[in-house]
């Protein structure tokens, strides 16, 4: 069983990678898939190549801290969450992970080649899936986090 002090930094900083996680989707659902469409033939490749290499950048560690606390979350229990509600936050980032795996990266992959208008619909409306998981999950530790009333020390 995990100390519950130990629980409340890990459930933090989780809530933290996951809230962060929660607005970039929002920005990147909205405002910056849709952007792609207005770059050009001509300069796409290129915007492409710029766009993952950069987004790897500031997605990738947050991804890895929410993933690697989620885990801890479900594998040491404590008394502050009930573990139920760990694993269906664990599943909802498993939705993400697959839904990056299966759909975002395969047209991710294809979009570096050249700009595709199907591919990017398609990128578009399967992103929906990653935006939908993570704003629940959002919702969740929130709400688990505000049942946990004031951290006091013992």
Do not use: C
């Amino acid at each position: 069983m995990m100390p519950d002090a130990l629980a409340w930094s890990v459930l933090l900083v989780h809530l933290a990678a996951t809230l962060f996680m929660v607005g970039l989707i929002w920005f990147v659902q909205v405002v910056h898939y849709p952007l792609k469409r207005a770059v050009g033939q001509e300069h796409f490749p290129s915007y492409h190549h710029d766009h993952v290499v950069l987004t790897g950048w500031v997605v990738g560690p947050p991804m890895l801290l929410e993933a690697g606390s989620a885990l801890v979350l479900v594998l040491w229990p404590s008394t502050l969450i009930d573990p139920t509600w760990a694993l269906v936050g664990l599943g909802l980032l498993l939705i993400v992970w697959a839904a990056t795996a299966f759909f975002s990266i395969p047209a991710h992959d294809r979009l570096a080649k050249d700009f595709d208008p199907g591919v990017h619909r398609r990128l578009v409306r399967t992103n929906w899936i990653r935006t939908l998981a993570w704003s629940l999950r959002g919702i969740l530790w929130l709400t688990i986090v505000g049942s946990l009333g004031p951290v006091t020390s013992a």
